[in-house]
């Protein structure tokens, strides 16, 4: 009976690609837009989350999020190395800065200022150059679509120079950082020269990240640090969630998001449960005959959950295939997009809504079959 089950539903191909393309075309309207709501959110955390050494973040306790900062002390620095547990301590800056360039063009840039000594918080991937050139006078390194933006159309050449709070800055190298959510172009340097770029305050240190001592617990000393100074300490995951949780609760991007992920489950869901009901209500004759020549409800129910088996499959599998290929060739095509991607949570939580709709969709059509009556066939 299973080769009769496969022959129903590819006896017209019309119908059957018909439903095979509804199930994708709903997989890859949730799948997308699912994406693309973590893809944006994620954002908020990019420039902090590529700053991967620190165990431990410290700033001034009433911080919101890692863009909206009050200064603190350099002396802070020092407290913090005195902490039980403390491996290391450096001071980080992270503030924006007006970028202009020799035709006069300029950008707001994300200034990332890393230690001068180890150079923590430096990015992880050069595209060129070398990031031991960040030690020369001036030095700055910048991700590539920030150069991009600078110098659109042209290619890169060391030893560049730009203007930052009309000091020289001398761009040494590109980088592969990830976008941030502000799409600014984002500069690293060293510390003492990133609090020259920017106009002067009394106090200018944004963070003191440190690394806790191997072997201890990382919560343990956050809560030190907590307690025995009037300083907020936060772990690396905690700091991430920390921006995340901020715009979430204080833009209107889940609210929009929402409104579309609804949406595209709804219409999703719709398109995905009632192609496959359609089909099975379309085929209500060929099942009344079965009926008539005694085939018994059991092999019918087995008939037609082996139609909605390959049906999601194949839905399933085209949809996210069409939706990994969106990410592909737009994040290439178009760089305001790049990093944005295809989770493998999103896929697979994906796969589990579109089996349940077509769990649901064979239920509903199901009574029809099993209540139908085999006279149905000769009328």
């Given at each position: 009976?299973?080769?009769v089950a496969w022959?129903?539903?590819?006896?017209?191909?019309?119908k059957y690609?018909?439903?095979?393309?509804?199930?994708?075309?709903?997989v890859?309207?949730?799948?997308?837009?699912?994406?693309?709501?973590?893809?944006?959110?994620?954002?908020?955390?990019?420039?902090t989350a590529?700053?991967r050494?620190?165990?431990?973040?410290?700033?001034?306790?009433f911080?919101p999020n890692?863009?909206?900062?009050k200064?603190?002390?350099?002396s802070?620095?020092?407290?913090?190395?005195?902490?039980?547990?403390i491996?290391?301590a450096v001071r980080?800056?992270?503030?924006l800065?007006?970028?202009?360039?020799?035709?006069?063009?300029?950008r707001?840039?994300?200034?990332?200022?890393?230690?001068?000594q180890?150079?923590?918080g430096?990015p992880?991937?050069?595209?060129?150059?070398n990031?031991?050139?960040?030690?020369?006078p001036?030095?700055?390194?910048m991700?590539?679509?920030g150069?991009r933006?600078?110098w659109?159309?042209?290619d890169?050449?060391?030893?560049?120079?730009?203007?930052?709070?009309?000091?020289?800055?001398?761009v040494v190298?590109?980088c592969?950082?990830?976008?941030?959510?502000?799409?600014f172009?984002?500069?690293?340097?060293?510390?003492?020269?990133?609090i020259r770029?920017?106009?002067?305050?009394?106090?200018?240190?944004?963070f003191v990240v440190?690394?806790?001592?191997?072997?201890?617990?990382?919560?343990?000393?956050v809560?030190?640090?907590n307690?025995?100074t009037?300083?907020r300490?936060?772990?690396?995951s905690e700091?991430?969630?920390?921006?995340i949780k901020y715009?979430?609760?204080?833009t209107?991007?889940p609210?929009?998001?929402g409104?579309?992920?609804?949406?595209?489950?709804i219409?999703g869901t719709a398109i995905?449960g009632q192609?496959?009901?359609?089909?099975t209500i379309?085929?209500?004759k060929q099942?009344?005959?079965?009926k008539?020549?005694?085939?018994n409800?059991?092999?019918?129910i087995g008939?037609?959950?082996?139609q909605a088996?390959?049906?999601?499959v194949?839905?399933?599998s085209i949809?996210?295939?069409?939706?990994?290929?969106?990410?592909?060739?737009?994040?290439?095509?178009?760089p305001?997009l790049?990093?944005?991607?295809?989770?493998?949570?999103?896929?697979l939580?994906?796969g589990v809504?579109?089996?349940?709709?077509?769990?649901?969709a064979?239920?509903?059509?199901?009574?029809k079959?099993?209540?139908?009556?085999?006279a149905?066939?000769f009328?």
């Open positions: 009976m299973n080769w022959k129903m539903l590819n006896g017209d191909p019309a690609l018909g439903t095979v393309f509804g199930v994708a075309f709903g890859l309207l949730i799948s997308q837009q699912c994406s693309i709501f973590v893809g944006i959110i994620l954002r908020t955390a990019n420039p590529e700053i050494e620190p165990d431990v973040w410290v700033m001034d306790p911080v890692a863009d909206e900062i200064p603190l002390s350099d802070d620095v020092y407290r913090v190395r005195g902490i039980p547990g491996d290391w980080l800056y992270k503030g800065a007006r970028a202009k360039v020799e035709s006069g063009r300029f707001q840039v994300i200034l990332v200022g890393v230690d001068d180890s150079l923590v430096a992880r991937k050069m595209v060129h150059g990031l031991e050139d960040l030690r020369r001036d030095a700055i390194v991700d590539k679509e150069y933006m600078l659109p159309g042209e890169f050449r060391p030893g560049r120079t730009l203007e930052m709070n009309d000091r020289r800055a001398v190298g590109l592969d950082a990830a976008a941030p959510f502000q799409s172009p984002v500069v690293y340097t060293r510390y003492s020269q990133a770029f920017v106009a002067s305050e009394r106090q200018q240190l944004s440190a690394g806790v001592q191997p072997g201890l617990s990382v919560p343990d000393v809560r030190t640090i307690d025995t009037d300083l300490a936060l772990g690396r700091f991430l969630w920390l921006n715009y979430l609760e204080n209107g991007i609210v929009n998001f409104i579309t992920i609804t949406l595209g489950f219409v995905a192609t496959f009901y359609l089909f379309e085929n209500l099942f009344g005959a079965l008539a020549m005694g085939v409800n059991g092999r019918l008939m037609i959950l082996l088996l390959i049906v999601g194949l839905g399933y949809g996210i295939g069409l939706t990994a290929l969106f990410f592909e060739v737009t994040s290439k095509a178009l305001d790049r990093g944005l991607h295809l989770p493998l949570d999103i896929a939580g994906t809504a579109v089996g349940l709709i077509i769990v649901l064979s239920i509903l059509s199901l009574r079959v099993l209540s139908l009556e085999p149905v066939v009328r």
